[in-house]
Each structure stands twice: as structure tokens, then as C-alpha cells.
């Protein structure tokens, strides 16, 4: 690997197994010192926090359509309440009729159409997964009102302190919300049950499965700077995290802005966030036309991460030493990576390279 190994090494990217208290050299001094230290690092500089988990209520209510009687569609409708005000967002669970339980996609959407473009839904049916999905707007809007939605009980009214919450934290919590309740319901397998985003949403995505353990494998679509994409030495073609926070300033932590100019001044860089996902599954997708999402810098990250998945005794992304073409689907290690023809969207070419990776890793897990 000595070719991706000097790639890495011109990025001058924080050792991801290193703290100020030292290097791990175990999956158990992973687990107690470094992950924590990343975790706290990635919450303060770059996304924000959360004060608390609110419980929402939950109904639901089942729609007519079923896809020629393959699958049952059902509303979920989550509330939330916090000092006198109260916010509901709902959700479209799609459930596989056949012997489940059925894995799952909870997906952070753009839209809450059912199905939709960025949905193919009944070819997941067919699949034999189960779709959860929620648009993101539902649960606070993508813009800098913090009084809205979600937003509305937990912000600080005024300016925001210097790691509250941005709009990322925000969409991911909800996306451990619906976690919370498929484990509820006896048609998800508990144990293969991912989350999966496009774009900002790819960001929400790791994020998401960052922070909660309980997801089995997160997809990071098209994700870019604050995604999967490394911000130390990015393509020139890339968008900078001044451009990001000049744009959506709203969407991270305010401390995140000091990096406008510095990325090297953060204590961590975007592997760190990537390898909070291990010993899970990790599957990063890429378009080749897609330079301002930073291909070789979503690449990289994962090969920088993949040092935590080898603590744990598995493999990590399974690549030759040399950068990936299109076309290229790496799955068999616990860190995959697809690179596709063509520009910035959430394809059917995507899921389907998600779909085969996840079903060869559970013929894999089968062999094992
Ligand atoms: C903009 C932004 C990206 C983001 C994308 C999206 O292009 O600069 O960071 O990923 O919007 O979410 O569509």
C-alpha cells in the first residue's frame, strides 16, 4: 500500500488511533479512551449537541397502497413535546409482506414523497428490505430558524453557544428516534437495520451512525466536505469549509467556523467521524463527475479509517494501491466504497451497489 500510503501521508492527517493520552493498540482501548476523546472532538468543533433524548409519542395510521400486495405502507407520526410546545413529524415505514423480520434503511430523504426518485421502492421490496423514511424538512427546516420544528425544543433562543447543535445533529437525531421505534416493531431484524442519506443528508448520515451503535452499517452517498471527504489537503475542484460555512453556516457547530481557513487546526479530520462507524459497516459512494463532493478525499477517508475495523480483527477497505476507477465496487471489507459514472444524486445505480455489497457481506457473515 505504499502509493495510497503516501497519498495519505501529504494530507499530514491526525493519527485516527492517537489521543493527547497515547496510541491504542486494542479494540477494548478503542472502545474506552479514543473513540469517547473523537466523539467529544467531532460534537464540539464541527456538528454541535444535543442536551437530551425527548420520547415521543407515536400512532400510526396504514395506507392503501401496497405494491401489488407486497409490502404494507404505514404513516408514523412521532411528537414531541418539551415545556408547553410540541412538534409531530411523520414518517413512511414500508414493510416487505414475506417471513421477515427484514433488514431495514432508515432514509434521511429530501423529499417525503412515497415512492420517490431518490426511492426505489419497490425494487427494495423485492429486495427484501424494509424503508423507514422521513424528509428532513419534517423535522426542522434547512435553514438558520432555530425556533423551528424539532429546533423549537431544545435551542437556545438568541445566538447559539459555541457547540450547540447545528441542523446536522438534528436530522440525525431523528434518525435515532425511528431507530427507537422499529426496535419496537417484530417486522425489522434488530441487528440489520442501516441508515442511509445523500448529500448534506450523506453528512447526516455517519453522523447519525457516529453517534448511535445501534446501527448496523450507515450508506454515506455523495457526501462531501463535513461527510465522508477529508478537509486536510482537498481537491482544489472541492468545496472548502469556508465555503460551506459561508453558505450554511446553520447546518454545524458555530466553533466550526474557526476552521474556515485552518482545517488543519482541527483536532480531528473527517476519518476520525468515519471510524466511530467501526466495527460496523461503513459503505461510501461516489460519482466520478462529482468533484465538489471530493471523490479522492472520500476515498482516502476511508482507507485512513481503516486502521479501527483492523483493531477489531476484521478487514477494512479491501483495495489494490491505487486510486479507485469508475465502476469500481470495493465491499468485502467492513469499510466500502463505490465509485459510479456520472454527477451528484442519489441513483439507482447506488442502491443497487449498496444492496449487493450488503448481501454479499451477510453471505460473507454466513461463511464466518
Ligand atoms: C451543496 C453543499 C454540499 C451539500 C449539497 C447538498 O452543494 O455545498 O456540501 O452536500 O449542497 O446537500 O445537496
Redesign the pocket.
Known sequence: MNYLKSLLAARSLPDVLETPDGRAATAAEWESRVRPYWRKQMLTHIYGQLPQVLTPTVTTEVNQIDFAGKATWETVHFTFEKDGKAHTVPAQMVTPKGEGPHPFFILLNFRPEVPDRYWPTEELIDAGYGVFGVCYQDVTADDGDFQSGLAGLFATEGERRPDEAGKLTYWAYMASRMMDYLLTRQEADPKRIGVIG??????TAQLAAALDERFAFACVN??????AALARGRDAAA?SIR??CT??PYWFAPNYYKYMDAPEALPLDQHCVAALIAPRRLLVGAAVEDL??DTSGQFLTCVAASPVWELYGKRGLVTPDALPSVGDVLGEGGVCFHLRAGK?YLSRTDWLSYLKTLSSIAENGKKE
Do not use: C, D, M, V
Open positions: 445523500h448529500s448534506r443528508l450523506g453528512k455523495g457526501s462531501g466536505t463535513a461527510g468545496e465555503a460551506i453558505r450554511f465538489w463532493a451528484h
